[in-house]
């Protein structure tokens, strides 16, 4: 079964400051999807970005980009110049290429320290 | 640009009642999907719909029944409703089964 794990929990940042959360994720299969999500305070959950597995260049999304290594099943969310309205929790997530599902790892919620 | 709609945004609800919840895709959009996030947790799949025919099932409870309309719209049923099924229901659609999916807000049950 796959399995996605987001390491920490909770991370802070300054304003204007880098920040690059974890994820890595375990599966057999080649064909697949990976995503973050965000969730701030108002509960919406908000695709971020999303990396096809057979894409080797790594996505970007303006100040959001992320660290593909497929041969080790890590998927990481840098966010640059962080901003307040970045504060919330965010969701790595994986979609196998022939199921309907997503999963969701536990989430790490992020802090924007002004 | 026109997004997922989900109503009521909050529902409360008696232990042992029924509770219908609603989706409308964004337009042309094709598939729904459904997803219960518990208190503190991440969200987990229930059920999906392609061209109005179940695609795919996850933990959905028995009690609990779903199903896409010729309009595309979905509605899942909640029956016998437990002090467990509290929680914020997302629904997300999608145009074909690979594409991304884009949730809703959301709906906040509460089962007192």
């Known amino acids: 079964a796959q399995t996605v794990t987001q390491s920490q929990p909770e991370m802070s940042v300054q304003e204007a400051e880098t920040v690059t959360l974890s994820c890595t994720y375990d599966t057999s299969e080649s064909d697949y999807y990976l995503f973050w999500y965000k969730q701030p305070p108002s509960r919406q959950m908000i695709l971020v970005i999303r990396q096809e597995a057979y894409k080797q260049q790594n996505a970007t999304e303006n100040r959001f980009s992320v660290n593909f290594q497929k041969a080790a099943k890590s998927f990481s969310l840098k966010i640059s110049d962080s901003q307040l309205g970045d504060a919330a929790m965010y969701f790595c997530?994986?979609?196998?290429?022939?199921?309907?599902?997503?999963?969701f790892g536990k989430g790490t919620r992020l802090h924007i320290l002004p | 640009a026109a997004g997922v709609i989900q109503s009521p945004r909050h529902l409360i609800k008696e232990k042992r009642e029924t509770a219908t919840l609603k989706c409308y895709p964004i337009p042309r959009h094709d598939t729904v999907y459904w997803y219960q996030q518990g208190p503190g947790q991440d969200p987990q799949f229930l059920i999906s719909?392609?061209?109005?025919?179940?695609?795919d099932k996850g933990s959905i409870p028995d009690r609990f029944s779903a199903q896409q309309f010729s309009d595309y719209h979905s509605e899942l049923n909640m029956s016998s409703l437990e002090l467990g099924d509290s929680a914020l229901y997302f629904c997300a659609s999608s145009l074909g089964v690979p594409d991304t999916q884009y949730f809703g807000p959301g709906t906040r049950l509460t089962v007192l």
């Open positions: 719909f392609y061209e109005k025919m179940q695609s």
């Open positions: 997530a994986y979609r196998s290429g022939e199921d309907d599902k997503i999963i």
